[in-house]
């Protein structure tokens, strides 16, 4: 007879800025052992996903994730590994063959293995056509490849939950805020960035010019966000499913620079705009999340201030231990 063990929860792209803390979060709901950690990268190069099993996968070899699936029991993925903004328009053919060949391979095994599985979309799905304030409903019509991979993501997932039943679902993440890993090649890693410089050096030349206002989100607030959309019933769930909007607040530029600097004495910052602002200027400033709030009682927690304090105690506490 052979042995039926426990289900067990498989997360992409785990040693990734969202990764990081999404797996601390998933151990301490399921323990540690029923969490595996994966990436196409090395533990070695990181420092916190260790409390737990961890193993190398690639997310373009199906087979290989198929044995990890088989092996462990896998009944949820939370689908991480992407390329992002930034990176993707440096290489978009790699941005395209992870992001959707990816998504593709993780949405069959879901549909074979009867899986459930969260893919994250993002604010990157709109393009300039799209309200300042954007809508749940609109076009969608981004401009970067990174953009286009993320709305070719929630199509497919929508139809794996439409012709297939499988149980997917995903947000629209705005630009996330953190302070144990590093920003992953995004565009708005300079709202991550510009902490760890006003600490360490007292300056900071940001990438985009100081009126970009645009939709962001403190880390606790987005695996809470992502915690709550997997246990909601499936019933509750709209045609949102496969890519919620969810705010948490919108700022500009400056005015991230100006409350850091409201905390850190002598803090400069100027802005050299770069590549990166066509991207930020092709997005809408802030998010319709009436959807989330209605389907599954979103509601964030975290605003510029509160989010700044936070960062800025849990960096400059990082940077001592450290020292
Ligand atoms: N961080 C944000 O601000 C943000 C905003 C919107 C959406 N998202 C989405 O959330 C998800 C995770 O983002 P993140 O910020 O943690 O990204 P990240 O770049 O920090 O991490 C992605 C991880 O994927 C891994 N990876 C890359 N190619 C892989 C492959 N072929 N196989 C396996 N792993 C691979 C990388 O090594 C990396 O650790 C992505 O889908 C991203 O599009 C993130």
Wanted: proline share 5%; net charge negative.
């Amino acid at each position: 007879m052979t042995e039926v063990l426990p289900s067990k929860v498989l997360v992409t792209g785990a040693l990734g800025q969202i990764g990081t803390e999404l797996v601390a979060a998933l151990r301490e709901l399921h323990g540690n052992d029923a969490v595996i950690a994966s990436d196409i990268r090395e533990i070695d190069d990181h420092p916190v996903i260790t409390n737990g099993p961890f193993t190398v996968a690639d997310v373009l070899d199906k087979d290989a994730l198929e044995e990890i699936v088989i092996d462990n029991s896998i009944s949820t993925i939370y689908h991480l590994a992407a390329l992002l903004s930034a990176t993707g328009e440096k290489n978009p053919e790699l941005c395209e063959r992870v992001n959707v060949g990816g998504l593709s391979n993780v949405l069959e095994l879901a549909r074979v293995h009867n899986l459930r599985l969260f893919s994250p979309s993002s604010i990157a799905v709109y393009g300039p056509d799209c309200p300042k304030h954007a809508p749940q409903i609109t076009p969608l019509n981004p401009t970067t490849v990174y953009g286009k991979t993320k709305v070719a993501g929630e199509v497919m997932a929508r139809y794996y939950w439409e012709a297939h039943g499988v149980d997917v679902r995903g947000l629209r993440y705005p630009g996330l805020v953190s302070w144990k890993a590093p920003a992953g090649g995004g565009t708005t890693d300079y709202a991550v960035d510009i902490f760890h410089h006003a600490i360490k050096d007292g300056n900071y030349d940001c990438f985009v010019r100081q009126d970009t206002r645009l939709p962001m989100m403190y880390m606790d607030d987005a695996i809470r966000a992502t915690l709550e959309l997997m246990a909601t019933p499936v019933e509750s769930l709209t045609d949102a499913r496969a890519g919620y909007n969810i705010a948490g607040c919108s700022f500009t530029a400056e005015e991230l620079a100006d409350a850091i600097k409201s905390r850190v004495d002598n803090f400069e910052c100027t802005f050299t705009p770069d590549i990166r602002q066509e991207y930020a200027d092709s997005w809408p400033d802030s998010v319709d999340d009436s959807e989330a709030k209605n389907d599954w009682a979103w509601e964030a927690q975290y605003g510029l201030e509160n989010l700044v304090d936070e960062m800025l105690a849990n960096l400059i506490h990082k940077y001592e231990v450290e020292a």
